[in-house]
């Protein structure tokens, strides 16, 4: 492992962790060492989500690795089936079992057919090469082998959110103002937000959706699967700014032959049209603080440099990506190293990023788009970065620094 001055990028075994541990009613058990969990425990916690799985790990010890015995994960389920009566059990590998070759899948089906009743699934991505995104986007898929076959409701058009995940700022503030704006525009209801707001019960509504909103690349590979079990057709993409709110909108209209309520795009954009008519005319005014910085997610990354250069105008400054495998030309991506090379207190113009990367450069926390290690989410109402209502936040914050002496 590299020298880090803050912390190692997360592992696969972490992402699949913080996405599995938000399904309420499910049961994430770990075959591996107790500090794992606890640790993991420990930053759920800090999301400040009220309804959430548990997290269990059956411990390990030398004889367990030595003689690659698994009846500690057998006695494991026994044991919270009977405390828990959970509705799905994720079985979750460590590097220990990948040492030792154990074979998870074999295990599961031993397991399943003991309790027929609820989901056990196994995961993969827990290895030592898994990274985070595959950790996230393996949970994402793998939660599709809950749902059963049904019929369509014909009445109330309906829709699933893919990709709400708790270790991006604002994800709880981002999830209601979605839900918000697609009431108000198309008259539709949310069955599962997966996984900020979702549990077995409304995995298992999935398939009756009409559409499913995927808001991070990683879930595309669910989104996919969903389409070729039940035809149910998705959309890609975070809504920022008023133009691109409106298109995320539009879009959702045409898939599904049905006319948006002008009338909500208009309030909306009456609403914020002063702050973000006087927000474009500062940019113009002050070109040299209306520069723009930005650095985490892609998807987070992309939607804001989009609605800051294209909509508002701005000046393009240092804009970076956190993952390898999904750098662009215009978003390359960034290890900690880079970024440390070209962020200091001296830093200039608008900069929106991790808290690190905000304390670093000595910037206000109220500027982070990805949520750390140390995070805490003890506010749930907080303004939104998405939506209508998030670009009207995202303007005030700007204008805040560009009307700065």
Same mark, same amino acid.
């Given at each position: ?16 962790? /913080? ?228 298109? /995320? ?20 954009? /009456? ?35 989009? +609605? ?69 989410? +003890? ?27």
């Amino acid at each position: 492992m590299g020298l880090y001055k803050f912390h190692p990028e997360p592992s696969g075994r972490m992402g699949l962790l /913080w996405t599995l541990g938000l399904i309420s009613d499910a049961v994430v058990l770990e075959f591996g060492a107790m500090g794992h969990m606890l640790y993991a425990e420990k930053w759920l916690k800090q999301t400040g989500l009220r309804n959430r799985g548990k997290l269990y790990a059956t411990h390990i010890d030398e004889k367990d690795i030595s003689l690659g015995i698994t009846k500690r994960l057998e006695e494991a389920v026994d044991e919270i089936v009977e405390k828990d009566s959970p509705k799905a059990i994720f079985l979750l590998p460590s590097s220990i079992p990948e040492i030792i070759g154990v074979d998870l899948d074999s295990l599961r089906e031993v397991m399943q057919q003991k309790y027929r009743n609820i989901s056990i699934i196994t995961l993969k991505k827990g290895g030592f090469k898994d990274k985070y995104f595959q950790g996230i986007e393996e949970a994402l898929y793998k939660v599709t082998e809950i749902i059963p076959r049904q019929e369509k409701p014909k009445k109330i058009l309906t829709y699933n959110i893919i990709g709400s995940c708790a270790d991006l700022n604002k994800f709880q503030a981002d999830e209601r103002e979605l839900k918000r704006i697609l009431k108000g525009a198309l008259g539709m209801e949310c069955l599962c937000c997966l996984p900020s707001d979702s549990s077995i019960s409304k995995i298992e509504k999935m398939c009756c959706a009409h559409i499913n909103l995927v808001i991070r690349r990683e879930g595309i590979k669910a989104a996919e699967e969903l389409e070729r079990n039940f035809g149910t057709p998705f959309i890609y993409g975070r809504p920022y700014g008023y133009a691109g709110t409106g298109k /995320w909108l539009e879009d959702i209209g045409q898939r599904l032959n049905i006319q948006v309520n002008q009338a909500f795009i208009n309030e909306e954009i /009456w609403e914020g049209r002063y702050v973000y008519d006087y927000c474009r005319q500062m940019v113009k005014f002050k070109e040299n603080k209306s520069i723009i910085s930005l650095g985490g997610n892609i998807d987070v990354v992309k939607g804001i440099m989009e +609605f800051a250069c294209g909509e508002l105008g701005m000046k393009r400054g240092l804009f970076w990506c956190n993952n390898k495998e999904y750098e662009t030309e215009q978003i390359p991506y960034y290890n900690e190293k880079m970024w440390m090379e070209n962020i200091n207190e001296d830093f200039q113009g608008i900069l929106m990023s991790g808290k690190e990367v905000l304390e670093k450069a000595c910037r206000d926390k109220t500027y982070t788009i990805d949520r750390g290690l140390e995070s805490w989410n +003890f506010n749930w109402y907080t303004p939104p970065f998405t939506g209508f209502r998030g670009a009207m936040n995202l303007c005030s914050l700007w204008l805040e620094y560009i009307l700065e002496d």
